[in-house]
């Protein structure tokens, strides 16, 4: 008979209780160091069905133990592992800190109880599933809309950085919302004026209180920084206008910023004389909307405001506008596609893409390219043209 290995210091053989006349049941118990958190000594203890998966166990601990790479047991939930990220990301922007406590709150709402080591690929593709269809519902009560593939994939993006933070500080062996695989979707279709339908636009508008807001938009300004605009940082005299702070919607909550959206967001432009001619007449519109409300009037300096001098809040802006362009025989476009619009009509007009990021405030200009210039049916009928030439000579 083979003699039997003698088991090592961390495996014990355990016998269970049992009933009168039955086999006994042998576990074998696996008690292992895994190191010092916080000063104390950390142990592992599991049991196996047999020797061998425990020793097996053992090895692996171990090598993990030794090499650096062993995770501890933690009892921690997604809950508590996504609202201390969130914590953690004081330094960005509201209205980005905003954007990922909304596609965050679907995966707390719906896996928030769930330990952080338990989560697993299919738990993210079933929530994934739910969102695509709509099936779920807000923690209010309140039916959930169906997501598209980008907000799918927002989410995705947002829960892998948490789960990232959790492997670099030790904490998750790996991150499986990183295996999970993106939401395939279309690209969205962006739609802008053409010169014919921006001139429509300018007659429609011409007596809109705020048609001085959607001069801005078409001059490519963002809704943000519409809303945000000062006359302190207009000069009139010597047509320029100075970017700087914004007015962003952020939960629902109208957000006023004194920093730009980025670095190069922060710029300062010439003033187009017909956008100038607008700007003149909104500050004379509202000197005598001042005078005529006296003290009731808030006169806080904001360029686009109501009749009492109160700042719009930047859905409001965007509610105004489709009012605006509504009865007119133009495309319904967002007011954003309005600077999309601005950025075409100029790369059309031969000005270098350089100098239409720079006027956009943009610090790449392929994303300008790529995002913000789209071809129109005219400018595809001038490209297709340009072939007459050589094409009608090639019989000669």
């Not at 020793?55 to 939930?77: D, H, K, W």
């Not at 025989?329 to 619009?341: G, K, M, S």
Request: aromatic share 4%.
């Amino acid at each position: 008979m083979a003699e039997r290995r003698q088991l090592p210091p961390q495996i014990r053989r355990v016998e269970l209780a049992r009933r009168a006349g039955s086999k006994p049941v042998v576990r074998y118990q696996l008690t292992v160091d895994t190191g010092v958190v916080d000063g104390k000594r950390k142990q592992l203890r599991r049991r196996y069905r047999t020797e061998k998966e425990a020793r097996a166990a053992l090895a692996e601990i171990q090598g993990q133990v030794n090499s650096g790479t062993y995770v501890q047991p933690s009892t921690l939930t997604i809950e508590n592992a996504c609202a201390d990220w969130l914590k953690s990301r004081h330094r960005i922007r509201p209205t980005t800190a905003a954007g990922y406590e909304y596609v965050l709150q679907p995966v707390r709402s719906e896996l928030g109880e769930l330990a952080v080591q338990d989560l697993t690929r299919r738990h993210i593709d079933e929530l994934l599933v739910q969102l695509r269809e709509g099936t779920l519902v807000r923690p209010g009560g309140k039916a959930r809309k169906a997501w598209s593939a980008r907000s799918c994939n927002y989410m995705l993006g947002a829960l892998s950085q948490v789960l990232d933070q959790l492997v670099a500080e030790g904490r998750l062996t790996r991150n499986v919302a990183s295996r999970v695989d993106r939401v395939p979707g279309k690209a969205k279709s962006l739609q802008t004026f053409t010169p014919e339908q921006v001139q429509a636009v300018l007659r429609g508008i011409a007596k809109d209180r705020n048609r001085h807001a959607w001069h801005l938009a078409l001059a490519g300004l963002r809704r943000g920084e519409i809303a945000g605009q000062r006359w302190t940082d207009i000069d009139l005299a010597n047509k320029t206008l100075r970017i700087g702070a914004t007015r962003v919607d952020v939960g629902g909550r109208a957000l006023d910023q004194d920093e730009p959206k980025t670095a190069h967001a922060g710029r300062v432009l010439p003033i187009p004389d017909a956008l100038l001619a607008e700007l003149t007449a909104a500050r004379n519109r509202q000197a005598a909307e001042k005078l005529a409300l006296g003290e009731a009037y808030s006169d806080l300096g904001y360029v686009v405001c109501n009749e009492a001098g109160e700042p719009y809040h930047p859905s409001t802006m965007s509610t105004l506008w489709q009012a605006a362009i509504r009865d007119l025989d133009v495309p319904q476009i967002r007011l954003h596609d309005a600077r999309h619009t601005c950025a075409t009509l100029m790369h059309l007009q031969g000005v270098p893409i350089a100098l239409v990021a720079a006027w956009l405030g943009h610090a790449d200009v392929s994303f300008t390219m790529r995002t913000y210039v789209h071809a129109q049916p005219e400018a595809l009928a001038l490209a297709a043209r340009s072939f007459a030439p050589p094409l009608a000579n090639a019989g000669d």
